[in-house]
């Protein structure tokens, strides 16, 4: 329960003295509440005895802050791992992390999921009338090895957005060209974090 200051409080209702104990947190709108949650959950675990404790995260919170891009940045991503170890979790599952080098920030096992097995089945019965014309676009040049592994497994053609985002605003993309060709083909868009949803509106938009 959380208290009238906001402080959050977690007691278990049953022992998990020597058990494997699986923590599944969403990490949704109020991230940095979840976050803390997260952390006094595995604190009660860890005190309670529990064997090993996994923490699953479909949503790997501050996943894009895997590294620096300027200078006097945080690399909030290895915050995050460090956090969690410290708190008491012994493994990390998660889903379609931003970016494959966040496994190596975990002092421990990380369990790395991939969704694309799930999606390419649907996508497979969704237009196999239109086969032909697919093509796999990326919204942006950092999703390129991504789309291409997509646009592999569905033999189809590549095309890439090429776009521009202001460092220092939030949010706010514009779209300079396309590379590929899009006119008239049925475009599947391949990204992997939607924010604002502002990259896929204006790719959209584009193609």
């Keep these: ?15 998990v003295r020597g058990c494997d104990v699986f923590v599944v947190q969403t990490f949704g ?5 979840w976050i803390m949650e997260l952390l006094i959950m595995l604190d009660a675990l860890k005190r309670a005895s529990a064997k090993r404790v996994t923490v699953v995260a479909p949503y790997y919170p501050y ?18 791992a460090d956090l969690m170890k410290t708190a008491g979790a012994d493994r990390v599952m998660s889903v379609d992390l931003h970016a494959a080098q ?6 421990g096992p ?25 093509t796999v676009v990326s919204p942006d040049m950092g999703r390129v090895r991504v789309a291409d592994n997509w646009s592999d497994k569905l ?3 590549l095309a890439i957005i090429h776009k521009r985002r ?3 605003v939030a949010n706010q993309v514009t779209v300079h060209e396309i590379v590929g060709q899009v006119d008239g083909r049925v475009c599947l868009l391949v990204d992997d974090m939607i924010d604002t949803g502002g990259t896929i509106v204006k790719a959209a938009e584009a193609l």
């Design 29 to 33: 709108g109020a991230i940095n509440e």
């Design 63 to 80: 996943s894009r802050q895997d590294k620096k891009g300027r200078g006097r940045e945080p690399i909030s991503a290895r915050l995050i």
């Design 166 to 168: 202001d460092p220092t």
């Design 110 to 134: 990380v369990d790395h999921l991939f969704a694309q097995p799930v999606l390419l089945d649907y996508f497979d019965r969704k237009i196999i009338e239109d086969r032909e014309l697919l």
């Design 155 to 157: 033999d189809a053609p």
């Design 102 to 107: 966040i496994q190596g920030f975990f002092d």
């Design 1 to 15: 329960r959380t208290f009238a200051s906001g402080e959050i409080y977690t007691r278990f209702s049953e022992s």
